[in-house]
């Protein structure tokens, strides 16, 4: 049986910061399933920050979005027709065919999920792919240690949230930036020892102010003038985690990088960027620890979740704007 399914496509190329009208509504007809394929009708839809740099016309770490195309991404949905004895019809799956209310796959880049463990939203967040982001920052790269001070940019977002609280677990001081009040608020709930509304005050004055006697490890979603100001605090042998720079994302022009690289050398400190897919033989590993903590209230999460398909576009301009508290999400589909 045909069925018609309705996807986000990118129609044009970004100047600066995207709007609405660089996105289209599209409707296909999906045909059923092949031999050794599959259909799944997805609950939910990730939006990422990572995906602004893939309306640009050019390669980073992935293939630019593709003009005329749904946008791919993470996305979580349940097997309603099966060709493929892998995935058995009524189990539900994370793949990352993207911004579409069904989803025609080959069975392969399928992770199955149980809904009887946990939400099928966290298959996508704090259980996910961005929970994965921060433990490998965080522990891999930065190997915290009990009584160091820990700096995370963006702390309110879904990877900068999960980032701070496993800080947190290690036994260090935690210090967050976010953009309004509500989002501190946020922080302080979830134990951060020192926040700052990074609209009302200089990084910079911020840290000094927090974090007096310097701090150990920066864990970078943000780049820009907090980087500069976490070079500036970082004391001898800090560590970087650098994971995005969401407030580059938009910039038509390249903009110079901190103006205190010297201290790199003269501090000997280490940065260390990472693309999380590069990593995902870890996330067993992963997903048996933040189970744990979740079940004893150590890692704790927020969603944003936005209704309806054809607001997928609204939800990605409003995560670019800081508008999300925790995971942004677009649900498409029952999820039970």
Not at 89 to 118: C, K, Q, T, Y
Request: glycine share 12%; proline share 6%; charged share 20%.
């Amino acid at each position: 049986m045909e069925r018609v399914s309705r996807e986000i496509r990118l129609i044009a190329r970004p100047q600066g910061f995207p709007d609405e009208d660089l996105f289209e509504v599209a409707e296909i007809t999906v045909p059923d399933p092949a031999d050794g394929q599959l259909l799944i009708r997805n609950a939910y839809l990730s939006v990422d920050p990572y995906m602004r740099p893939r309306m640009n016309d050019v390669r980073s770490y992935v293939a630019p979005f593709t003009l005329g195309e749904a946008m791919t991404g993470g996305a979580v949905g349940q097997v309603v027709v099966s060709r493929n004895p892998s995935c058995p019809e009524g189990s539900w799956v994370v793949h990352g065919l993207g911004w579409r209310e069904w989803a025609l796959s080959g069975g392969s880049g399928l992770r199955p999920v149980d809904p009887a463990i946990a939400p099928l939203s966290t298959s996508l967040g704090a259980l996910g792919m961005p929970g994965l982001t921060a433990y490998y920052g965080l522990f891999e790269l930065c190997t915290p240690s009990a009584g160091e001070t820990v700096f995370v940019s963006g702390a309110a977002g879904a990877v900068g949230s999960a980032a701070g609280q496993m800080a947190m677990i290690a036994g260090c001081r935690v210090i967050g930036s976010a953009g309004s009040e509500e989002k501190l608020a946020w922080l302080r709930e979830l134990g951060f020892d020192g926040v700052f509304n990074y609209r009302e005050r200089r990084a910079r004055e911020a840290l000094a102010e927090l974090a007096p006697d310097g701090i150990d490890v920066y864990f970078d979603n943000v780049g820009g003038d907090h980087l500069e100001a976490a070079i500036g605090a970082l004391r001898t042998h800090g560590r970087i985690a650098a994971c995005g720079s969401i407030a580059r994302y938009n910039d038509v022009e390249p903009t110079p990088g901190p103006r205190n690289m010297f201290m790199v050398v003269t501090k000997r400190l280490r940065i260390q960027g990472y693309i999380i897919s590069d990593h995902f033989d870890r996330f067993g590993e992963f997903q048996a620890l933040a189970l744990q903590w979740i079940a004893d209230g150590r890692l704790r999460y927020r969603e944003t979740i936005v209704e309806g398909i054809e607001n997928a576009p609204r939800a990605f301009l409003g995560l670019l704007r800081g508008e999300n508290i925790g995971k942004m999400l677009v649900k498409v589909g029952p999820a039970e």
